[in-house]
């Protein structure tokens, strides 16, 4: 029997945009996910995530007897952090791509920025308030973002499936919209969790590791002090923005694979 890894999405993408990674996994581990986290109304997004976590173990207790691998990107890095936090005894180890723990200074500033709505105009928050919903076609969604710097440089397996999934199609006539609420979206941007690094404190019986884009300004931002006091040695650089597992997905597959078999 595989082992399971069950893989969270980051904000905005579902977790079918990431095929191409768990392609290349599936011949040592078996993939599972949650397709849109924070779009069940019984876990609604409030500020540090609360429900959202309770979504993601709520999901773990009820398909898994055994302990299982958390491995997440962005908003999923996170909530597979904050849930093997609360729940250690379900996680056989996690692997975070690109979520660096805020801590120390830094966290503080988030809190201020999030009261003064200052995090705004930090975080793609405010993009994402008004962000096109509607394409009349496949070949036009892709054309749209294909032309944008940052999708750009995204390998055409994963923006494929970002628009199979991410935008799917809605009407006979071909039109398409997004599958990801943009109001869900914003949300959690707003509401990103500033209290990790002090949970941390206590410690956790969980083993981590953790893949950084080298040019995310994620990392830039929150710096990596405390995230490497929390991984240890079990820490690769690829090549890329906080969205390298969309432009480098075979490599940050093969990242994943040897955490794994390290935290193991």
């Given at each position: 029997m595989k082992n399971i890894i069950h893989f969270s999405h980051a904000n905005g993408f579902p977790a079918s945009t990431y095929r191409t990674i768990f392609a290349e996994l599936a011949d040592d581990y078996d993939l599972r996910f949650i397709e849109r986290i924070g779009h069940d109304a019984r876990y609604p997004v409030t500020r540090d995530w609360p429900h959202l976590v309770e979504e993601l173990l709520d999901d773990i207790e009820r398909s898994y007897e055994n302990p299982v691998w958390l491995v997440g990107h962005s908003l999923g890095g996170y909530l597979s952090l904050m849930a093997a936090l609360k729940k250690p005894q379900w996680v056989r180890g996690v692997v975070m791509l690109d979520s660096p723990v805020i801590a120390g200074w830094q966290s503080s500033m988030l809190r201020v920025s999030q009261w003064t709505g200052l995090d705004e105009r930090l975080?793609?928050?405010?993009?994402?308030?008004?962000?096109?919903?509607?394409?009349?076609?496949?070949?036009?969604?892709?054309?749209?973002?294909?032309?944008?710097?940052?999708?750009?440089?995204?390998?055409?397996?994963?923006?494929?499936?970002?628009?199979?999934?991410?935008?799917?199609q809605v009407s006979a006539d071909g039109t398409r919209e997004l599958a990801f609420d943009r109001q869900t979206e914003y949300l959690i941007y707003r509401t990103l969790p500033h209290t990790c690094g002090s949970r941390l404190a206590r410690g956790t019986s969980v083993p981590f590791g953790f893949v950084a884009g080298t040019r995310s300004l994620e990392v830039r931002q929150a710096g990596l002090h405390a995230t490497r006091r929390l991984v240890g040695e079990h820490f690769e650089w690829i090549e890329g923005s906080h969205l390298f597992p969309m432009e480098r997905p075979l490599d940050t597959a093969r990242a994943v694979q040897r955490l794994l078999r390290e935290l193991d």
């Amino acid at each position: 029997m595989k082992n399971i890894i069950h893989f969270s999405h980051a904000n905005g993408f579902p977790a079918s945009t990431y095929r191409t990674i768990f392609a290349e996994l599936a011949d040592d581990y078996d993939l599972r996910f949650i397709e849109r986290i924070g779009h069940d109304a019984r876990y609604p997004v409030t500020r540090d995530w609360p429900h959202l976590v309770e979504e993601l173990l709520d999901d773990i207790e009820r398909s898994y007897e055994n302990p299982v691998w958390l491995v997440g990107h962005s908003l999923g890095g996170y909530l597979s952090l904050m849930a093997a936090l609360k729940k250690p005894q379900w996680v056989r180890g996690v692997v975070m791509l690109d979520s660096p723990v805020i801590a120390g200074w830094q966290s503080s500033m988030l809190r201020v920025s999030q009261w003064t709505g200052l995090d705004e105009r930090l975080s793609p928050a405010a993009a994402t308030r008004n962000r096109r919903t509607r394409w009349a076609s496949r070949d036009e969604a892709w054309r749209h973002f294909h032309a944008k710097p940052a999708f750009a440089r995204w390998d055409e397996r994963v923006l494929s499936d970002y628009i199979e999934f991410g935008i799917p199609q809605v009407s006979a006539d071909g039109t398409r919209e997004l599958a990801f609420d943009r109001q869900t979206e914003y949300l959690i941007y707003r509401t990103l969790p500033h209290t990790c690094g002090s949970r941390l404190a206590r410690g956790t019986s969980v083993p981590f590791g953790f893949v950084a884009g080298t040019r995310s300004l994620e990392v830039r931002q929150a710096g990596l002090h405390a995230t490497r006091r929390l991984v240890g040695e079990h820490f690769e650089w690829i090549e890329g923005s906080h969205l390298f597992p969309m432009e480098r997905p075979l490599d940050t597959a093969r990242a994943v694979q040897r955490l794994l078999r390290e935290l193991d």
